[in-house]
């Protein structure tokens, strides 16, 4: 079965330094890999997608991820935080059945200081 | 082009009442998809609609239906409401099994 760990449930950074939210993922299979970001009291955007393809995946925002078989991670990365970026944000896996279905990690938040 | 909406926006049933969300999806789409989010947890997977039908549930007891219409939109059913049913709940649309959409969310807090 498809599942996603996601290693810390805040991170905090400052303004314009990195921003790194670790993801660990357990598939049988090559897997679909997803990062959302649920800004408060609206739904989820699609950030990024990993379909087998590049490895290093580029998304919306500035935000990339790679991913990493060895580790089986896929680690979410942006060179310099903004304000605009403080959300939740989730990784996800999708499942391998006919529907798809996604399933989700537990959610990272991430606050960004001034 | 109108996104995924839901309807309503936030909602507030007492205990053993019973309760219809509605989603009207992407243009285009023909697949609806709800999930389930608790305060401070990820979505968790209801079902899926395809064609009308029900094509995939997750972990969620009868208590939960749905349905589809030939317009592609869906409800969410939630009869014998619990406390723990308090959540909210997201609709998301998709072209068959591709990328899916999400909606704002519908807010339901059980009393």
């Known amino acids: 079965a498809q599942s996603v760990t996601q290693l810390d449930s805040h991170v905090s950074v400052s303004e314009g330094t990195p921003v790194l939210l670790r993801c660990n993922y357990s598939s049988s299979y090559s897997p679909s890999l997803f990062w959302y970001v649920q800004h408060p009291n609206k739904g989820l955007q699609l950030l990024l997608k990993?379909?087998?393809?590049?490895?290093l995946v580029k998304g919306i925002n500035g935000f990339e991820a790679e991913f990493k078989k060895s580790e089986t991670s896929f680690h979410l990365t942006k060179p310099s935080a903004h304000m605009s970026d403080a959300a939740e944000y989730f990784c996800v896996v999708s499942d391998l059945t006919a529907t798809d279905k996604l399933i989700f990690g537990t959610g990272t938040r991430l606050q960004v200081f001034p | 082009d109108a996104g995924v909406t839901q309807s309503p926006t936030h909602l507030i049933k007492t205990r053993g009442q019973q309760v219809t969300l509605r989603c009207s999806p992407k243009?285009?789409?023909?697949?609806v998809s709800w999930y389930q989010q608790a305060l401070g947890q990820g979505p968790q997977f209801i079902f899926q609609?395809?064609?009308?039908?029900?094509?995939q549930r997750g972990n969620f007891p009868d208590r939960f239906s749905g349905h589809q219409f030939p317009n592609y939109s869906s409800e969410l059913n939630v009869n014998a409401l619990l406390l723990g049913d308090s959540a909210l709940y997201l609709c998301a649309s998709s072209f068959r099994q591709y990328e899916q959409y999400f909606g704002p969310g519908t807010r339901l807090t059980v009393t």
């Open positions: 990993y379909t087998s393809a590049a490895t």
């Open positions: 609609y395809y064609e009308e039908e029900e094509r």
């Open positions: 243009s285009g789409h023909d697949t």
